[in-house]
């Protein structure tokens, strides 16, 4: 619960704050008026790439956002201050943190100290390049001339009363055409799945339209141009989405009803699952990183995968897992918001002697209270899986450090077949991480690093295994 955390707990809080106006403090006086800094800094934070966007005009407001891609974070407001000619101060309220710098370089870099979570960590911050590459190499991007047709289409979940927004590719010709709906991962995703800088729901979008299938996918709700709220929705509330998706592919006059299956990547293949144990759910399921063990388990799981990765020692694991049972068991067996955080308080160092520790404590408090976060601990894959009667295919990575393949899988397999599904395959996939690239080690720091942004070895396998089962 440190660093990762706080700044995600930030980006939600980032979330809610979308079109405020940015934060801002007097400016400090001098002399001589220094060079502007008005540009992009950008500096590594451990794992983490951080890219300030500062605005330095010339007798105005300083203002600045911060993004931090591998969190899919983007736009946090910070507060900027240049209390001397050649000091810097960005402050990121949300997280309770904040970077003080000088500048070196002739100008060019920002030399400093991150301090958050009463760690205070060396930063540098150099300046971008003016015209420099908006982003790492992604050869896999789609290209024209695109053989299918692609519309911007709105559809409407009407027992929500919400109207979600995507994108609808049709391959050319008559049809009629088997169709796909993709449903992305947990947090604010748009109908790309973008982040790190890749857009893998676009490149199996445009595979799967290039042979002959057509494809569906929409921003989540209170994300792009989807309406209702980020804030409050669950895998549950997106399961009513993907049906409210189906209804609507299978209504447009090109695409064979009774061909249309569901697609889920991790979290959205729990809601994928939900979606198909109802009445006229998908008629094929296909299963990326999908959890197939309990909530609560899965992200213990998580937290010992990641530790293994990262070097730490048993007794440092043992220590961990302990530790991330009692604050899920907390956050389980106490419905009452008030009181789990009176519990969660002391656990989570509130009661510290560094300034803002409390702040810091709720901060990470209401990821874990949230109703997205409570749904997911509450998640039970046997129980719903056993409802799932179509043909399914389950595909995971065998380096995935999130969502493990081995036991994931099994379990996929197993809650299906308890239910009498025999239309199951399942398959681990050598060297692939959690979003299917071939990864060195399954590291989330490798994520925005790899150039590739989905095996086309994956995109085979899934195009070959709808192919056989969409009937075409």
């Not at 006229?280 to 799981?301: D, S, Y």
């Not at 990575?397 to 081995?406: C, E, M, P, R």
């Given at each position: ?143 024209p001339p695109f053989p299918y047709q692609s519309a911007d289409v709105t559809f409407t979940n009407a027992r929500a009363g919400v109207v979600l927004a995507g994108t609808l590719t049709t391959p050319a010709g008559p049809g009629p055409f088997p169709a796909v709906v993709l449903l992305t991962g ?119 995968a990641l530790g293994k990765l990262g070097g730490a020692t048993p007794a440092q694991l043992q220590s961990a897992e302990k530790m991330q049972r009692q604050v899920l068991n907390i956050v389980e067996q106490t419905p009452n918001d008030a009181q789990a955080r009176a519990q969660l308080r002391p ?126």
């Open positions: 619960m440190g660093l990762l955390l706080l700044i995600e707990a930030a980006r939600r809080a980032g979330k809610l704050l979308a079109g405020a106006a940015l934060l801002t403090l007097p400016l400090g006086t001098c002399a001589q008026a220094p060079a502007s800094l008005t540009g992009d800094w950008t500096g590594a934070l451990g794992p983490l790439t951080l890219t300030a966007h500062l605005a330095d005009p010339a007798g105005g407001p300083r203002t600045a956002t911060l993004d931090v891609p591998m969190q899919h974070a983007q736009g946090l407001p910070l507060q900027f201050t240049a209390p001397t000619a050649d000091s810097v101060y960005l402050r990121l309220p949300q997280a309770g943190a904040y970077f003080a710098g000088r500048r070196a370089a002739a100008g060019q870099q920002l030399m400093g100290t991150w301090h958050q979570n009463g760690q205070a960590l060396p930063l540098t911050l150099a300046r971008a390049a003016p015209g420099s590459a908006a982003g790492p190499r992604r050869p896999q991007v789609p290209q947990s947090g604010p995703e748009d109908r790309n799945e973008t982040l790190f800088g890749h857009q893998p729901f676009w490149v199996l979008a445009d595979y799967l339209s290039r042979r002959g299938i057509a494809v569906l996918r929409f921003d989540d709700r209170g994300v792009g141009q989807s309406g209702g709220s980020q804030a409050t929705s669950t895998s549950a509330d997106y399961a009513a989405d993907a049906r409210a998706a189906l209804a609507f592919v299978r209504a447009q006059p090109k695409i064979a009803p009774a061909h249309v299956g569901l697609l889920g990547h991790s979290e959205g293949g729990t809601a994928a699952i939900a979606a198909a144990g109802q009445p006229q759910g998908p008629n094929f399921l296909v299963l990326l990183a999908a959890p197939g063990l309990p909530g609560n388990e899965l992200i213990v799981q998580q937290v010992l656990l989570l160092g509130a009661g510290g002697a560094a300034p803002g520790a409390l702040a810091r404590a709720d901060g990470q408090i209401n990821v874990l209270l949230s109703p997205a976060y409570r749904h997911l601990l509450a998640d039970r894959p046997a129980q719903t899986l056993a409802r799932v009667h179509c043909p399914v295919l389950a595909l995971g990575g065998t380096k995935d450090v999130q969502v493990a393949a081995g036991p994931n899988l099994a379990a996929i397999a197993q809650g299906l077949q308890a239910g009498g599904n025999r239309n199951v395959t399942t398959q681990a996939l050598p060297g692939l991480n959690h979003l299917f690239q071939t990864a060195p080690t399954g590291s989330v720091a490798e994520y925005g690093i790899i150039e590739e942004t989905f095996a086309p070895s994956t995109l085979q396998i899934i195009g070959n295994w709808v192919a056989a089962h969409a009937g075409r």
